[in-house]
T-cell receptor, first 111, second 115 residues
Framework: RKEVEQDPGPFNVPEGATVAFNCTYS??????FFWYRQDCRKEPKLLMS???SGNEDGRFTAQLNRASQYISLLIRDSKLSDSATYLC????????????FGAGTRLFVKA | DGGITQSPKYLFRKEGQNVTLSCEQN?????MYWYRQDPGQGLRLIYY???????QKGDIAEGYSVSREKKESFPLTVTSAQKNPTAFYLC??????????????FGSGTQLSVL
């Protein structure tokens, strides 16, 4: 089993749609969780940190369920510019700063 | 400006040759990482380092080596033992866990290709 698993995608949605990304992690000792966005052949950029209480930033909402070892990202009113790959990232407690990325889910938003 | 610098942007390797990818940061971060990304795939961890003179294998360390002699520098050597080295390589650093801006800072990547 991979340490971090995401929906395989790709997701093709029209502008204005709501889209949800799911991610599970295997190490229950993991401490920090993030969503990154990556455009083609560029370095990933931090989209949001994810907290147990849930957090929202404009059209983006992230949730963490530690009991189920599950992380989600919701994008509302999707824009063409949201087209990218979304990466789930988990940072461990054991092994120091080991930071593992999911394989990513590609999103295509179409007019 | 503070940041991470990777060089070169493009690198070509001949069969049986070792090549070294450079990664330098002036962010005063203790932790540094090397990831490999294949087309259409996510990032896979090669090596990471928590502190100077210490580093740990990631998930795909075979065929690679690193050193961490200075806090600012974490070079990655792709050895001839790595039979499929063509990929996009990303270096990153991060502040200590628990700090307010605990994100990974990435370099702009090196595309390595085999001649």
């Amino acid at each position: 089993r991979k340490e971090v698993e995401q929906d395989p995608g790709p997701f093709n949605v029209p502008e204005g749609a709501t889209v949800a990304f799911n991610c599970t992690y295997s190490n229950s000792a993991s401490q920090s969780f993030f969503w990154y966005r990556q455009d083609c052949r560029k370095e990933p950029k931090l989209l949001m940190s994810v907290y147990s209480s849930g957090n929202e930033d404009g059209r983006f909402t992230a949730q963490l369920n530690r009991a189920s070892q599950y992380i989600s990202l919701l994008i509302r009113d999707s824009k063409l510019s949201d087209s990218a790959t979304y990466l789930c990232v988990v940072r461990g407690n054991t092994g120091g700063f080991k930071t593992i990325f999911g394989a990513g889910t590609r999103l295509f938003v179409k007019a | 400006d503070g940041g991470i610098t990777q060089s070169p942007k493009y690198l070509f390797r001949k069969e049986g040759q070792n090549v070294t990818l450079s990664c330098e940061q002036n962010l005063n971060h203790d932790a540094m990482y090397w990831y490999r990304q294949d087309p259409g795939q996510g990032l896979r961890l090669i090596y990471y380092s928590q502190i100077v003179n210490d580093f740990q294998k990631g998930d795909i360390a075979e065929g690679y080596s690193v050193s961490r002699e200075k806090k600012e520098s974490f070079p990655l050597t792709v050895t001839s033992a790595q039979k499929n080295p063509t990929a996009f390589y990303l270096c990153a650093s991060s502040p200590p866990r628990g700090t307010t801006n605990e994100k990974l800072f990435f370099g702009s990547g090196t595309q390595l290709s085999v001649l």
